[in-house]
């Protein structure tokens, strides 16, 4: 498409060299100078060509943005939609992320997410909100107590506008996964085979920057040790098949904050439907943490199971810092960035 516009400037280009050329009159003949300019223009234009091609592969990855990002946060019920979505939206963009399975956190963000852009989100709800100590007193679906109104869930679902649980944050709300209170929204997930993302982890700790918990109102239910995602089985046993993706994995070691290795190498060897992400991570953990759960994950075999996940930290420093690891070869790059997340959510490709 590019093309016509080279061949122009090419030629552009070696009139001008035929106009130089005229000062070199008293060394060349005639004859000499055309083929010297022939030569050029055709140096030229396959230099041109060779440019062009480069650069409509460059716009062409740019116009079909593959990467799939499983953990994005829309706004919480006070926030400006349209504006952060807008924002959202470039960001992806810029990034080729073609798809963000984006959390929700109140009622109306159905018309003003789901709605507004369905072909670039999957709407999931939050679940098991933090209760904070000052107004708001839950931080999503305040109108309800911080619990999603089933019946209003099971309509949206049928719909098909939610087809996802998440984030559930059973550490922020201080309950184990398999709390009663939260079966009846596992049995709508197994019922309609809807995916499960959960929060695991111990962390954020107290006062992290850019996060829940640096809101000093925050969440004093938070207990960080459920956040292990060993909590996980009681569930995976009563639903067998339930497709859960654990967040957060590798994240910690600051204070007390020790990532759980051993118990989520234990889940994902015995739960196969089980997936997972590696937000923060990824992004503000050192680059030597990342590099060494990707490596202990890889080598584990579950190199099938990894997907991208930003956590609204920024896409383009995560696909740097994925990119600089270099004995990651192209297909782990790929089933990272998107087939691991395309088989999981069964989207097509
Ligand atoms: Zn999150």
Known sequence: MLLPRFIEYARGWSRAAEAQNSAFA????????????????????VLLILASAALD?????????????????????????????TKTLAEMKA???????????????IESWKDASPEFFLAGVMLACPRNLSEPRYKCFPSSEGWVDLTWLRKMVEAGKIEAIYELGPNYYGISPSNPRLDPYFALAAEFDLPVGVHTQRGPPPGARNSTRGDPSCCPDYDPEMGNPALLRPVLDRYPGLRIWIQ??????????????????????????????????????PIAQYEESLRTLIEAG????IMFGSDNVSVTLI????????????PQRNAILHENAERFFRLKQ
């Open 26 to 45: 008293g060394m060349l003949t005639r004859k000499k100078a055309r083929a010297f300019v022939a030569g050029l223009m055709r140096v030229s234009v």
């Open 302 to 305: 579950y190199g099938d199971r």
């Open 95 to 109: 990034n080729g992320v073609r798809l963000a399975v984006i959390s929700l956190t109140d009622y109306d963000h």
């Open 319 to 330: 696909l740097e810092r994925l990119s600089s690891i270099d004995w990651l070869s192209q």
């Open 248 to 285: 957060h994995v590798g994240a910690g070691r600051a204070g007390g904050y020790e990532p759980f290795w051993d118990e989520t190498l234990a889940l994902l060897r015995d739960y196969p439907q089980v997936y997972l992400d590696l937000s923060i991570t990824n992004g503000p953990r």
């Open 57 to 85: 592969d460059r716009v062409l990855a740019q116009e079909t943005p593959t990467i799939i990002d499983v953990h994005r946060h829309g706004t919480w019920p006070d926030g400006d939609d349209e504006n952060y979505r």
